[in-house]
């Protein structure tokens, strides 16, 4: 049974840091692709960062670049998101995903056959 459970998020102060993780188990870790989206009140669920622990395929969006780091940890079975500089617009709740997603649709939510439940992240100005 897979299961991802993504949890670390809450309340911060524009500029402050979050670090979100993602448990997963039930489906081989290494072999898939792991991304982290995010959606805002009426807008569309956007990729935010994957890695693909396959080919080592990494993205963030330009939005986030520079500011997000993520990481797997091959070990556990977990993936983190490290968020600094957070701003008023990085607020939305965060789902962490599993794919076998084709290069091309890594960043897409098309790529991925598993979500957590995801996690609200509120960005105070």
């Known amino acids: 049974d897979v299961q991802l459970q993504a949890y670390g998020g809450g309340l911060v102060q524009a500029g402050g840091s979050l670090r979100l993780s993602c448990a997963t188990s039930?489906?081989?870790?290494?072999?898939?692709?792991l991304g982290w989206f995010r959606q805002a009140p009426e807008k569309e669920r956007e990729g935010v960062s994957y890695i693909d622990n396959y080919d080592g395929d990494t993205y963030y969006s330009d939005s986030v670049k520079g500011r997000f780091t993520m990481s797997s940890d091959n070990a556990n079975n977990t993936v983190y998101l490290q968020m600094n500089s957070l701003k008023t617009e990085d607020m939305a709740v965060y789902y962490c995903?599993?794919?076998?997603?084709?290069?091309?649709?890594?960043?897409?939510?098309?790529?991925?056959?598993?979500w957590g439940q995801g996690t609200l992240v509120t960005v105070s100005s």
């Open positions: 995903a599993a794919g076998r997603a084709a290069w091309g649709s890594r960043a897409s939510v098309v790529g991925y056959n598993y």
């Open positions: 039930g489906f081989s870790f290494d072999d898939y692709c």
